[in-house]
């Protein structure tokens, strides 16, 4: 791997805690209407496509008579509140800005409509330090590998020298179809969740200077295993 490696974040729940907000706006929905949460159904869409058809089907399942567009507006109206404030994750910032001073270049890979990224990266201001941005139109969503693939061609670097950053069950199975070394920062959505597929967990930005984890690599890609002599038959 080179000593600048590529950078390529997820966005929902990693960069920013919308994971947690999205949740809470589908509870409050549900809680409207007197219904139980289906929280593993949630689980099971989290970093990919298709959270809100599987919540409508559960609200009709419970008996509920509705309009889709009305009660994907009512979700919508309850998120776009609730996400409106929400800052970066703690570490986000300072870990760009020491990656980028080394000549990191950066990209997104998100299952993630490309209108709600612009719109998101721009409420934060960081919009402009992403090369790339590849979003659902950039082929099928995660877990499949293909919107990494598309970063990768984008920046034109090898997965080789790539370093991927997810959150989900989903993002990490695709990061690593793609080939991508892949680093686990959960968000409290899905912490408990398994993401044991990753090459590296941390619990947030703010355990792992980008430095710190360039230097975990290049002694992982220089590390010589030592001769061990089979035993005598």
Request: aromatic content about 8%; glycine content about 6%; proline content about 6%.
């Amino acid at each position: 791997m080179t000593s600048t490696p590529a950078l390529i974040f997820d966005f929902d729940g990693l960069l920013v805690d919308t994971e947690s907000s999205a949740l809470l706006a589908w509870r409050e929905q549900f809680a409207v209407h007197e219904l139980v949460f289906p929280l593993e159904v949630w689980h099971s869409y989290i970093g990919s496509q298709g959270s809100q058809d599987a919540m409508l089907a559960a609200v009709r399942a419970g008996g509920i008579d509705f309009e889709d567009a009305e009660l994907r507006g009512e979700w919508r109206e309850r998120h776009n509140r609730i996400v409106s404030t929400e800052p970066l994750r703690p570490g986000v910032e300072s870990f760009l800005d020491e990656a980028a001073a080394a000549g990191s270049r950066f990209a997104v890979a998100s299952s993630a409509t490309r209108d709600w990224l612009d719109q998101q990266l721009g409420r934060l201001g960081i919009h402009d330090r992403f090369e790339v941005i590849c979003a659902r139109d950039n082929g099928r969503v995660k877990p499949a590998p293909d919107i990494y693939l598309a970063a990768l061609a984008s920046l034109r670097v090898d997965a080789a020298d790539a370093i991927a950053f997810e959150d989900s069950p989903n993002g990490i199975t695709a990061a690593k179809a793609a080939g991508l070394y892949c680093v686990a920062v959960p968000n409290p959505v899905t912490a408990e969740l398994p993401l044991g597929q990753a090459d590296l967990r941390v619990e947030s930005f703010t355990d792992i200077s980008y430095s710190e984890l360039v230097d975990r690599l290049e002694r992982r890609a220089g590390y010589d295993p030592p001769n061990v002599e089979a035993p005598a038959p």
